[in-house]
């Protein structure tokens, strides 16, 4: 069992994932599509990602 990473997977691209120690609600980008994942669970260095919904914003015109 190593210590200091954590491994997961993409749900969008299904790409595995190592991570540096990471907690729950963090984000990161996965390398692959570029998604920007969240945190849901961390077990026994497993991360259960997220996708974090990008909200466009309204600007108008
Ligand atoms: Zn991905």
């Known amino acids: 069992m190593s210590a200091g990473t954590l491994t997961g ?3 969008e691209c299904e790409t595995d994932l190592t991570t ?8 990161i980008a996965c390398p692959e ?5 969240r945190v849901e ?5 497993k991360l259960t990602f997220q996708m ?3 909200q466009l914003r309204d600007w108008g015109q």
């Open 9 to 11: 997977l993409c749900p």
């Open 20 to 27: 540096p120690p990471m907690v729950q609600g963090e984000t």
């Open 33 to 37: 599509c570029m998604l920007t994942l």
């Open 41 to 45: 669970e961390v077990v026994e260095g």
């Open 52 to 54: 974090v919904e990008v």
